[in-house]
C-alpha cells in the first residue's frame, strides 16, 4: 500500500516538476484551456442571469384594459360589468387610479416627482386573465373590447416575456453545445501538450521500461500533469468568471436602480466552483490518457 | 534459472539471429557469451528480459515461461533483473544519484531507502563522491560504472550485461569486470557478452560461444 502511495507522490512530484521546468509553455497551455472553459462557463452565467430576471418578470398572460382619464368609478364599474361578461375573461381584477398611483410611488420610488403633480395622471385600469391566449382568440377579444365605451388602451405586453423565456431555453441548449465542443478542445489542448511531452521524454520512457516499468508507472506522471493543468484552468476560469461577473455587475445594479429595480448579477457558487474545476480536472485527465495511448506504440517502437 | 529451450529468432526482415539454440544457466552461474558482431550475443541476452521475444523454442527465467508472461508480470520480471547496455543508455537530464534512483522508484521505494540503497550502490561502483554531476561529464567507464550501479540498485538475482566492456581500455574493461566477479562472489548470477579475450581470461568463468545464430559446441 505504502509502495503505491509513495508512487503516487512520485508521480504527481514529477508532473509538478515538469509544469515548473516549462512554465511558460504550462502557463500558456492553462491560459488556453482556461479560455475554452471560460468561453460556456461565461455564456452560461450570462443565461443564468437572463433566465433569472425572467422568472422574475410575470408571464402569466394578462390582457390590460386601461380607460380614458375622465372615466368615473360608476362608468368603471359598468366597463368592469363588460369585461366579467366577456366569453374569454377568466378573471378580472379592477385597479383603481388611486391604488396605481399609491404602487408607483411605492415601486420606482417616484414619491417626490408624483407629490408635486396636482392631479392624478393615472387613469382606472383591468387586469383579465384569458382563457384561450391563441393569437386569433386575443385578437377577436381586443375587437370586441376596444368599442367600449371609455375603454382608451388595450396591451396584451405578456409576449415579449414569453419570448425571453424561450429564448433562455434556446440559449441554455445552446451553452451545452458550446460547452461539449469547447470540452473537446479542452482533450485536444491537453493531448498535444502530452504528446509533445512523450516526445521530449522518450528516452526516459524507454529506459523505465526496459528496466521493469510498467505502462501504469510510466503513464501516471502525464496522467497527473493533464489532470493537474485542467485543475488549475478551472480554477483561473472560475476567478475570471466571478470577476467579470462582479465588474458587470456593478454596472447592471447601477443601470437597474435608475428604473428602481433591483437586478443581481449572479457570480459561480461554490458547487458551480466545484463542478467547473472538477470538469477541467476530468477533461485534462481524459485528453492525457487519450494522448498516452495513441502516443504510446510510437514511443515503444522505438525501444 | 535461465533455460533456452530450442530457441530460434528470426526478425521481421526476415534475417534469423538465433538458430535452434539450447542452453541452461543455473543460479549462481558466471556465463560470458562470445561470439563475432552478428553472431547473436546481445539477441540472446535480450530474450532473457523480455526485450525480444523467441519465434520458436521457450525461455524460461526461474521456472517462468517469458511467452506466456502478461505485461505486468514482464514488468516485474525485468525490477528482478539487473540490466546492464552496451550504450548504457542514462538519462542525461537527470543527475548520476537520479539515474540509479529510477530502479527505486519504480519499485515504489521510500525516498529514505531509496537514498540508502543508491549512496550504497555508487559507493560498490566508485561513483559517490559524484552523485551530482550529471552523466555528461563522466568518462565512459564511469558512465559504465553508472549503468552498473543501477543495475544493481535493486539488488537482483540475475545480472545482464551486454558487452560491458565494449568501448573501454584495458584498464577500466579489467575494472568492470571485477566488479562483476565481485557480485557473482555473493551469489548474484551474471550473464555477460563479450568479445574481450584478455577480460575472459581474467573471469575464467563459463564460456558459450555462438557463431551464425548457433551454440560451438
Not at chain 1, 456593478?250 to 470538469?279: D, F, K
Not at chain 2, 555477460?192 to 545464430?213: K, M, P, W, Y
Request: aromatic letters at 6%.
Amino acid at each position: 500500500m505504502s509502495a503505491i502511495l509513495a508512487s503516487h507522490r512520485q508521480a504527481f512530484g514529477r508532473a509538478i516538476g515538469r509544469m515548473r521546468s516549462q512554465p511558460l509553455a504550462s502557463g500558456l497551455s492553462i491560459g488556453v484551456i482556461a479560455i475554452a472553459i471560460l468561453l460556456p462557463l461565461g455564456l452560461f452565467m450570462l443565461f443564468e442571469n437572463i433566465t433569472s430576471a425572467a422568472s422574475r418578470l410575470n408571464t402569466e398572460p394578462n390582457v390590460n384594459v386601461y380607460l380614458a382619464l375622465s372615466a368615473t368609478d360608476a362608468e368603471a364599474k359598468d366597463v368592469e360589468r363588460k369585461l366579467r361578461a366577456h366569453a374569454n375573461a377568466q378573471s378580472v381584477v379592477f385597479i383603481s387610479r388611486e391604488a396605481a398611483l399609491a404602487d408607483m410611488k411605492q415601486r420606482a420610488n417616484l414619491g417626490d416627482l408624483l407629490a408635486g403633480i396636482d392631479a392624478n395622471p393615472l387613469p382606472h385600469a383591468f387586469a383579465i386573465k384569458p382563457k384561450s391566449v391563441d393569437g386569433a382568440t386575443l385578437d377577436a377579444m381586443r375587437a370586441d373590447l376596444t368599442p367600449i365605451p371609455k375603454v382608451e388602451t388595450i396591451t396584451m405586453d405578456f409576449e415579449w416575456a414569453k419570448k425571453l423565456t424561450r429564448f433562455a431555453r434556446f440559449a441554455e441548449r445552446l451553452v451545452f453545445l458550446l460547452g461539449a465542443m469547447l470540452g473537446a478542445a479542452v482533450v485536444f489542448v491537453v493531448g498535444n501538450t502530452i504528446r509533445l511531452q512523450m516526445l521530449t521524454q522518450k528516452d526516459e520512457i524507454i529506459v523505465a521500461r526496459l528496466i521493469g516499468a510498467t505502462r501504469r508507472f510510466v503513464r501516471r506522471p502525464f496522467l497527473y500533469f493533464g489532470a493537474l493543468q485542467g485543475a488549475l484552468a478551472g480554477t483561473l476560469a472560475v476567478l475570471a468568471a466571478t470577476a467579470l461577473g462582479r465588474w458587470a455587475g456593478s454596472e447592471v445594479n447601477a443601470l437597474a436602480a435608475t428604473y428602481g429595480a433591483e437586478l443581481s448579477v449572479q457570480v459561480p457558487t461554490i458547487v458551480q466552483a466545484v463542478w467547473v474545476v472538477g470538469l477541467g480536472t476530468a477533461l485534462g485527465w481524459v485528453g492525457a490518457f487519450v494522448s498516452v495511448s495513441m502516443y504510446w506504440r510510437q514511443v515503444e517502437a522505438a525501444k | 534459472m535461465i533455460h533456452y529451450s530450442n530457441v530460434t529468432k528470426r526478425y521481421a526482415s526476415g534475417y534469423e539471429a538465433l538458430k535452434d539454440v539450447s542452453l541452461v544457466i543455473d543460479k549462481g552461474e558466471m556465463v560470458a557469451i562470445t561470439g563475432h558482431s552478428g553472431a547473436g550475443k546481445s539477441t540472446l541476452l535480450k530474450l532473457v528480459a523480455g526485450i525480444e521475444f523467441a519465434s520458436g523454442g521457450n525461455v524460461m527465467v526461474n521456472g517462468q515461461n517469458l511467452a506466456l508472461l502478461k505485461e505486468a508480470h514482464l514488468s516485474v520480471l525485468r525490477q528482478n533483473l539487473g540490466l546492464v547496455f552496451q550504450d548504457h543508455k542514462l538519462l542525461f537530464d537527470r543527475n548520476v544519484f537520479e539515474n540509479v534512483a529510477l530502479p527505486l522508484e519504480i519499485a515504489g521505494f521510500t525516498r529514505h531507502e531509496t537514498g540508502k540503497r543508491v549512496r550504497a550502490a555508487l559507493d560498490k561502483v566508485g561513483l559517490l563522491p559524484r552523485e551530482k554531476a550529471h552523466p555528461i561529464a563522466l568518462s565512459g567507464g564511469e558512465q559504465q560504472r553508472l549503468c552498473i550501479a543501477r543495475a544493481i540498485v535493486n539488488r537482483p538475482s540475475v545480472l545482464i550485461a551486454d558487452e560491458p566492456t565494449g568501448n573501454l581500455d584495458q584498464a577500466y574493461a579489467a575494472t568492470i569486470l571485477d566488479l562483476f566477479r565481485s557480485f557473482n562472489q555473493v551469489g548474484v548470477t551474471v550473464v555477460l557478452s563479450t568479445h574481450d579475450e584478455l577480460g575472459l581470461a581474467r573471469l575464467q568463468c563459463r564460456r558459450v560461444t555462438l557463431d551464425q545464430g548457433r551454440v560451438v559446441p
